[in-house]
């Protein structure tokens, strides 16, 4: 069968308008689908059971975040720092900063098998440079640098389902990368997962599957890809907007495609066509997905 044959059609979920939606998240715990728009400075919680959409405003651009081993509570990638969120209170509690100094923010990030956080962060100069980095926040809520090349734009980080490896990528450079990543978080053998070859998108936020699949979102490029552990492309969903952002394989069997985007880039011609632009869209794309690794580090009770 051909990719083409196995292509699917996404269509629109939320009509969120975000203005940079990201961090597409489903907890298999609460049935619910969460993201952010990170220029809004908001996080936002669907709940499939009523079709409601509420949200909490953020005290920074919210870039990423994970579910944790608590219930009660978030792990935050906020533009400069990490922290904890609670999520009955709406209070957050500083764990660290990040790359203070330089003018970057906290980026795209994804919880390893053993449910440390990894993460990277993005250039916010002009022309954009390669100054950012990896990093991954340990169980006793140390922070590590990670022995990765530096990114313009981290993204597309996540794990393969034996946790034994790891994908991520810089998105200006049109590439995806692999590296062994062993359960005591050495990294190895970091090499070129696969390169687009369509004309337009870059890579940006991704998900694994339990096949061991990787669904990639291609910003700009109207589309989420997967490629199988070979880097060979075994499918895609056509998606009817310009900047799909993350992705996320939710819903009861965790077999719905949940898929963020964003209007930031686009301008009022661009938007006059693109007028679902920043919604949440979802597919079926005959895939099965994982539950989200928790993360294992717990905050302060006061």
């Not at 993460?119 to 100069?125: A, R, V």
């Not at 898929?259 to 794309?285: C, N, Q, Y």
Request: charged share 25%; proline share 6%; with cysteine.
């Amino acid at each position: 069968m051909s990719v083409a044959a196995r292509e699917r059609q996404a269509a629109l979920l939320i009509d969120a308008k975000c203005r940079l939606g990201e961090g597409a998240t489903w907890c298999a715990r609460t049935g619910r689908f969460y993201w952010t728009d990170i220029e809004g400075a908001r996080l936002w919680r669907y709940d499939p059971d009523d079709g409601r959409s509420t949200f909490w405003p953020m005290p920074e651009r919210l870039a990423t975040f994970a579910l944790c081993a608590d219930p009660h509570y978030l792990l935050l990638g906020l533009a400069s720092h990490l922290a904890f969120f609670d999520l009955a209170t709406g209070e957050t509690q500083h764990i660290v900063d990040v790359e203070r100094g330089l003018n970057t923010r906290v980026n795209d990030g994804r919880c390893d098998r053993q449910g440390r956080f990894v993460f990277g962060t993005k250039d916010e100069t002009s022309p954009m440079k390669t100054v950012g980095g990896f990093y991954r926040l340990n169980h006793d809520l140390t922070l590590e640098r990670l022995p990765l090349p530096s990114p313009a734009i981290a993204n597309s980080i996540a794990f393969s389902p034996d946790g034994a490896t790891m994908y991520y990528c810089d998105s200006p450079t049109r590439t995806i990368r692999t590296c062994a990543y062993g359960s005591d978080g050495r990294i190895s053998g970091d090499r070129v997962f696969v390169t687009l070859t369509d004309a337009t998108g870059l890579p940006d936020g991704s998900t694994v599957d339990r096949d061991g699949g990787l669904w990639n979102a291609q910003w700009g490029g109207a589309r989420v890809v997967r490629y199988g552990a070979d880097g060979a492309e075994t499918a895609r969903v056509t998606v009817p907007t310009a900047q799909p952002s993350c992705v996320a394989l939710g819903g009861a069997q965790l077999g719905t495609l949940y898929i963020t985007s964003g209007r930031d880039e686009l301008d009022a011609h661009a938007l006059g066509k693109d007028t679902r632009a920043g919604g949440v869209f979802i597919a079926t794309p005959g895939a099965r997905g994982l539950p989200e690794p928790l993360f294992q580090g717990t905050p302060v009770r006061r």
